[in-house]
């Protein structure tokens, strides 16, 4: 479906009998919401207001809008694949109402031109973007990137996602300039030289499909570098797209010993395994890469015991041109942002019997708290309009009309699904999917 | 055989024939000199199995035999869906100067003896082609004729002719079963 | 010959041992028996494939399989047209689809495709009535020379079930090699797969072989050794120090090859590295079957080309 997506300005609303779920004000409950002017008036029973629409969510919950950290929007540079406004609305689609983007564009985002740019744009069509930055210059891993110029610009994170650094003296010095500023470093724990032209888990099905793989232990010895960082020098460091059982152990004792670590996991590692590879699609070839059931398994445990903190899409979008070559030839990506609530809520609501308001935190709350950005993650009086209306029963089957990125590379086509978005506010307008 | 079926061969008569068509062929080629017996797959290579014998105990001469499969020749390749099952053609002799007699059970639209004669040219040039067949039924839809037949069996296009030989199926004889039903 | 009941062919492809029943494959090779015969003949030619078109599809380079197919489909009387693309397609990201649907314009029956990348075939078949037979394809499948390599098995020992077959050499990046493991442990053979970890597959264990790095005692009481090429380099990993060492640990000579059973034979997929993975003198031994190899490969790919076509008919 490419119909755009309209946002209706809202100018005096009263949601009625919507179920609240908002840990960070403890809320659990059914009660009316006022928002006017954009901005979210109050919370209550029986809300009443002059001239107000009356928006009927009975059966409905109301959650924070969903917080994103890990998207390629591919602007600058890309915009065949995805644009910021063509991202905005895939996020608006899944009920995200704030994305943290990568800065592998063209020219990649090593400086304050790209940070300021992007973010005329996300202030241009009303969406919540927060950049983030290089590690290194044109993610070469060697030299520093103007981090703090790009900070002042509005970068919340840096990172050389696509790629690590794999020059450790480099890596340190990096780690302790982000230290200075306070940013948080993303880190896509990826050894290179192992994985080298891995396309898919290296395992017992690659082997069987005749395809080259990239093992566990790349992913793991980098995770165990990056915590000898921390733990040299007290930075806060993310590990991105978590997918190994080794590197979900190592981050749990990291955290046990006290380092700033911090974590998230992507909800194709938390639904699929390598298994999916069978008919060699390339829909399917991700980095890292879909893993086997034990690391599946693992991710599942350490989502539940705190170890991995919020789930981020990694949405990568890329022409169908580009994905329709050969699996050696095809980039890494899926789309991710319009499936992310429904594959959450069937796996681990649903599948797993998780509390509402757990998957608030994995997907909103924690998300702002890594990025302190206080306003996101809970409902706020006179802050503007960021949450989202849900219907956690509804069926459905996830298809194309359910994309609204410029690309179409989803894992999840015919999956079927439980728990659905039906309206996003963002800003202060209001979007009806 | 069954009750719907009616006998026109039993063992005692196969034998008969099969004597008088080894008889023939003597006659014709005027001696036992280069002759060559080749049975089309399947029954009609234990035929030419059995008049080997024959011509043995006669002119007390072996006669080579042949084994030919014309699967890969039929004309009816393209109609049909997986492909028929194809199974070895076996010649260990030379077929040039020879007077070859191909051998099947059942001559009936001719369709498998012409399959027979392009296998027979592409795999060597035989002086001469002569056909024996135990039943002839009738209803060529090609120009094809048998020079040795065993027994004439004029047959409706509904009826089944049925030959069963000891070596595969534990007795002899030619049966015609189906036809218009009651 | 098996006492099984013979099940038809009906799939229109050829891409792998992996997914075949055990029925299937040996309808191929006792298919294949009856087509040898052909090839012994003064006119090698059958008239089955009469009117069909066949198009060898080799994106990577080759000569002895090309030429294999080329003549199997000449003497099933079929129009054989070759199509190579100058370089690599992978390289230049060529639209694998494009080219297909141009030939399958041309109202070819069976496509012969060859490429670089692991299931290119299989991802193809789904979009062509075409009949797709993998010629192989990148590091996964080479169904027809493992089929050549068993019906060439099974000719000089009667069976396949119960024979101790040894493969050395590159396993990791042979096709040839998975092939024959997915059809060899099918048919109940006991395979050994010998050489360095370094040119063994992760888990490889788990499709039923056993592996063991020191050649003596893998070859020992083999029924037949098969060897891989190797290649020092492959995507800039160093896989063993020098080819010196390799051809010192496991390349094969008179001596070693004696550890196997006295009636052992040797195959290789070719092309050989004389003085690298086997002796000289071996490979021109009375033991050594590889040029047999050549010569049933015909047969083979006649027999795998006649089922096809009775398939593709069918979806038509």
């Known amino acids: ?433 | 055989m069954t009750a719907s079926e009616k006998q026109v061969l039993d063992a005692g008569g196969m034998e008969r024939v099969l004597a008088r068509i080894a008889h023939e062929i003597l006659e014709r080629n005027q001696g036992i000199s280069n002759l060559a017996l080749i049975g089309i797959r399947t029954r009609g290579v234990f035929l030419a199995e059995r008049l080997q014998k024959k011509l043995y105990e006669i002119e007390k001469k072996e006669v080579p035999v042949g084994i030919l499969d014309i699967t890969l020749y039929r004309d009816d390749l393209s109609e049909v869906g997986p492909k028929p099952e194809v199974h070895e053609t076996n010649i260990p002799f030379d077929l040039k100067g020879k007077a070859v007699i191909l051998v099947d059970d059942v001559l009936f639209t001719g369709r498998t003896i012409r399959a027979a004669l392009d296998a027979l040219i592409d795999l060597g040039r035989p002086k001469v082609i002569r056909l024996a067949v135990l039943v002839d039924r009738g209803h060529r839809e090609l120009p094809i004729k048998a020079d040795y037949v065993g027994k004439n069996v004029p047959t409706s296009l509904q009826d089944r002719v049925t030959i069963r030989l000891k070596e595969t199926d534990g007795e002899d004889e030619a049966v015609i079963s189906g036809g218009p039903k009651a | 010959m098996t006492q099984n009941i013979k099940t038809p062919w009906t799939q229109k492809d050829l891409l792998g041992l992996r997914d075949l029943s055990v029925a299937e494959i040996e309808l191929i090779l006792d298919t294949a028996k009856s087509f040898s015969e052909v090839s012994q003949r003064e006119v090698k030619k059958v008239p089955v494939l009469r009117g069909k078109t066949v198009v060898n599809l080799f994106l990577e380079p080759s000569t002895r399989t090309r030429v294999s197919f080329e003549l199997a489909e000449k003497r099933l009387s079929a129009d054989s047209i070759g199509m190579a693309s100058g370089g690599s397609s992978m390289t230049k990201g060529e639209s694998l689809w494009d080219t297909i649907a141009n030939i399958e314009a041309l109202k070819v029956d069976i496509i012969v495709m060859r490429h670089g990348s692991s299931g290119a075939p299989h991802r193809v078949s789904n979009y062509t009535k075409c009949g797709i037979v993998n010629a192989g394809d990148g590091i996964n499948e080479h169904p027809t020379q493992a089929l050549l390599d068993m019906f060439t098995l099974r000719e000089i020992k009667g069976k396949i079930k119960g024979l101790k077959v040894v493969f050395v050499g590159d396993i990791l990046h042979s096709r040839v090699a998975r092939s024959n493991v997915w059809g060899l442990t099918k048919l109940g053979a006991e395979v050994v797969i010998c050489g360095p970890k370094t040119l063994i597959p992760w888990g490889i264990e788990e499709l039923g072989v056993k592996v063991i790095h020191d050649v003596k005692k893998a070859i020992d009481g083999a029924d037949a050794v098969t060897l891989l090429r190797i290649q020092m380099e492959r995507q800039n990993e160093t896989l063993f120090p020098s080819i010196r060492e390799y051809a010192s640990t496991y390349g094969m000579n008179t001596e070693l090859f004696k550890y196997a059973k006295p009636d052992a034979i040797l195959m290789h997929p070719g092309p050989v590295n004389r003085g690298v993975e086997i002796e000289s003198a071996l490979a021109d031994s009375a033991q050594s079957y590889i040029l047999k190899q050549v010569t049933n490969g015909i047969a083979v790919r006649m027999a795998v080309l006649y089922l096809l076509s009775g398939a593709i008919k069918n979806e038509k």
């Open chain 1, 1 to 433: 479906m490419k119909n755009k997506l309209n946002g209706q300005s809202v100018k005096n609303l009263i949601i009625r009998n919507a179920h609240i779920v908002d840990p960070a004000n403890k809320i659990d409950d059914v009660m009316d919401l006022h928002v006017k002017s954009h901005r979210i008036v109050k919370w209550g029973k029986d809300l009443a207001s002059e001239d107000a629409e009356i928006l009927d969510a009975k059966n409905l919950h109301l959650l924070p809008g969903l917080v994103d950290l890990h998207v390629h929007f591919r602007e600058p540079g890309y915009e065949h694949k995805e644009t910021i406004e063509s991202g905005a609305q895939a996020a608006i689609a899944g009920g995200f109402v704030a994305c943290v983007t990568m800065p592998n564009t063209k020219p990649a985002c090593d400086n304050a031109q790209v940070v300021k740019y992007q973010m005329e744009r996300a202030n241009v069509l009303n969406f919540n973007i927060f950049p983030s930055g290089t590690l290194t210059q044109g993610r070469e891993g060697k030299k520093i990137s103007e981090m703090a110029e790009m900070k002042d610009a509005g970068a919340v994170a840096v990172t050389d996602d696509g790629g690590w650094v794999m020059d450790s003296g480099v890596a340190r010095r990096a780690y302790e300039y982000a230290a200075t500023y306070g940013l948080p470093i993303m880190s896509h724990a990826e050894d290179h030289s192992i994985s080298l032209s891995g396309v898919m888990n290296e395992g017992i099905v690659s082997s069987k499909l005749g395809l080259r793989g990239a093992p566990n232990a790349a992913e793991d010895i980098a995770t165990a570098r990056d915590i000898e960082l921390v733990r040299l020098i007290k930075c806060h460091l993310h590990f991105s797209h978590v997918s190994t059982r080794g590197a979900v152990a190592m981050i749990r004792r990291a955290k046990a010993e006290g380092l700033p670590v911090t974590a998230e996991a992507t909800p194709h590692h938390i639904a699929l395994t390598d298994e999916e590879f069978v008919k060699y699609d390339t829909f399917y070839k991700m980095n890292p890469p879909l893993r086997s059931e034990k690391d599946r398994q693992a991710l599942m445990a350490g989502l539940e015991d705190g170890t991995i903190d919020a789930i981020a899409t990694d949405h990568a979008p890329h022409a169908l041109e580009e994905k329709d070559r050969d699996i050696e030839v095809a980039p890494f990506g899926t789309i991710g942002l319009e499936s992310a609530f429904g594959v959450i809520m069937t796996e681990l609501f649903h599948g797993r019997k998780w509390k509402l308001e757990e998957i608030v935190r994995k997907m909103s709350l924690v998300p702002a708290e890594i990025l302190k950005k206080t306003n996101f993650g809970r409902l706020k009086t006179g802050e503007q309009a960021n949450f989202i209306l849900v219907d956690t029963e509804k069926d459905w089957v996830f298809a194309e009309e359910h994309v609204h990125s410029r690309s179409f590379n989803s894992c999840f086509y015919g999956k079927k699904l439980k728990g659905k978005v039906l309206h996003t506010f963002v800003k202060g307008y209001q979007y009806a999917l």
